[in-house]
């Protein structure tokens, strides 16, 4: 009977201290939003009951603020990159008409140039909007998974990158190979040929064997990335 109602116990102040969080998060929203005043005397029993202070609850609205602000920026920045490289586009093709047309071109180039600094700071803007999404983002787990996922995407990369390295040695061994029969007479090169043979049959092996494995590990690395993807969205929410 003991272990029945300290199990009904702790399920009931899971759900108490769940249904609180709940209120907490309500209404630090409607306050962030600034529709309406909740009753300061329930807001003062819900600070008490979590412990927190209205210093506390101020600070948490004015992160809640700022974090739908740095939202907004980032989400901006989606559209303005489109637009930006649509931009170049036509500033590439204004180059080419340059020599034959510098007036025309000057005044074609020079909105789209004022247009394009603006579309950087923006750019700037929402890289420190993101920066700071992610410094701010009070998910412990996400912030744990994103590191995790980001750690090993490097990691798998590394190794690619290492086993193409031993792919380049093995061709340069076979280069010096073939580079060493070339001092022998024609009539002794079939003969030193196929001792060589079996040596250069064992490089490509190994060079094969380690270009494989590069591409497994870039196939493996592309699997986190979409994982590491997705799971970063989640840092980027108020």
């Given at each position: 009977m003991a272990a029945t109602f300290f199990e009904q116990l702790e399920s009931k102040v899971s759900q108490t201290q769940n249904a609180r969080m709940s209120a907490w998060k309500k209404l630090t929203a409607e306050l962030a939003d600034g529709a309406s005043e909740p009753e300061p005397g329930q807001v003062a029993e819900l600070l008490a009951d979590l412990g927190k202070s209205p210093d506390d609850l101020r600070q948490a609205v004015e992160l809640l603020a700022q974090r739908r602000t740095w939202k907004a920026q980032f989400a901006a920045s989606g559209s303005?990159?489109?637009?930006?490289?649509?931009?170049?586009?036509?500033?590439?093709?204004?180059?080419?008409?340059?020599?034959?047309?510098?007036?025309?071109?000057?005044?074609?180039?020079?909105?789209?140039?004022?247009?394009?600094?603006?579309?950087?700071?923006?750019?700037?803007?929402?890289g420190v909007a993101e920066r700071e999404l992610r410094r701010t983002c009070t998910d412990a787990a996400a912030r744990e998974i994103v590191a995790d996922l980001d750690a090993k995407l490097g990691e798998l990369r590394h190794q690619s990158v290492g086993q193409r390295q031993l792919a380049n040695e093995r061709s340069e061994q076979i280069s010096k190979i073939s580079m060493g029969l070339r001092g022998f007479r024609e009539a002794d090169y079939p003969k030193k040929h196929a001792e060589k043979a079996d040596e250069i049959r064992s490089q490509q092996e190994a060079r094969t064997s380690y270009l494989t494995a590069a591409e497994g590990l870039l196939a493996q690395a592309d699997v986190v990335a979409a994982k590491l993807a997705k799971a970063e969205q989640v840092l980027l929410e108020p």
């Open positions: 303005l990159s489109a637009e930006y490289a649509e931009n170049l586009k036509r500033l590439e093709s204004a180059e080419v008409i340059l020599t034959d047309a510098r007036t025309q071109y000057e005044k074609f180039l020079d909105p789209i140039a004022r247009r394009q600094q603006q579309i950087l700071s923006s750019q700037i803007l929402a």
